[in-house]
């Protein structure tokens, strides 16, 4: 168990609706990362949030949009949702400050997404 | 795109047997990290190798670095069953909106046969 806390576990909704991926990281973790995991993309970082600010964007799309709260867990929000949203959502935290290169991240266990 | 690709994409050997697993990377690297991932499950970290250490162990794990080639490889010494895995190398993105978080190669699925 990493410590990293994600909600739902599983989630399928329809083309053209809006869901909301939840996290809670690990005790005393300032960093938040979202990834995504298709088969046909492998994992790809999509935001991280550092102590409620963004703080680095990778391919996250306009539709998608992410905030960490005051008690520092993290929500992503998948609107307009397509086919192609499919895909498992993982979460990551570590203690890291800023852009450090060295932390290690923690996963959580991941929200399979199915849009049909 | 992506920054580190493993090799071979699958690899299937008998519980025992030693696993090895390469990863080539683009650009230059502070460090490098390896992931598990069990099926549907999150990664877990293994271990990490900086840009200035050719080698690194943990347990059965063994990992080499080889900057002039951008390569690096993860052994796993007499493995077993509950090595069966897909394992990741990721490297930090150096530049753009991304930089400072992790890119992530497609992986290699390890099946170890009992």
């Known amino acids: 168990d990493s410590g990293v806390t994600q909600t739902p576990k599983h989630l399928i909704t329809a083309t053209g609706q809006r869901v909301t991926l939840r996290c809670s990281p690990r005790s005393g973790d300032l960093s938040v990362y979202w990834y995504q995991q298709s088969l046909d993309q492998g994992l790809q970082f999509l935001i991280q949030?550092?102590?409620?600010?963004?703080?680095a964007k990778g391919n996250i799309l306009e539709r998608f949009s992410a905030q960490q709260f005051p008690d520092l867990h993290s929500e992503l929000n998948l609107s307009s949702l397509e086919l192609g949203d499919s895909a498992l959502y993982f979460c990551?935290?570590?203690?890291?400050?800023?852009?450090?290169?060295?932390?290690?991240?923690?996963f959580g266990p991941g929200t399979r997404l199915t849009v049909l | 795109s992506q920054q580190g690709e493993e090799d071979p994409q699958a690899l299937s050997i008998q519980e025992g047997e030693n696993a090895t697993m390469n990863c080539s990377y683009k650009t230059s690297i502070n460090n490098l990290q390896w992931y598990r991932q069990n099926s549907g499950r999150g990664l877990v970290h293994l271990i990490l190798?900086?840009?200035?250490?050719r080698e690194k162990h943990s347990g059965r794990l063994r990992v080499t670095l080889d900057t002039s080639k951008k390569s690096s490889s993860l052994l796993i010494t007499a493995s077993r069953a509950a090595d069966t895995a897909s394992y990741f190398c990721?490297?930090?993105?150096?530049?753009?909106?991304?930089?400072?978080?992790?890119?992530f190669g497609k992986g290699t699925k390890l099946s170890v046969k009992p």
């Open positions: 990721a490297t930090v993105a150096q530049f753009g909106g991304s930089q400072g978080n992790l890119i």
């Open positions: 990551a935290s570590s203690v890291g400050r800023w852009k450090s290169s060295y932390n290690e991240q923690f």
């Open positions: 190798i900086r840009s200035n250490e």
């Open positions: 949030y550092y102590n409620g600010e963004e703080r």
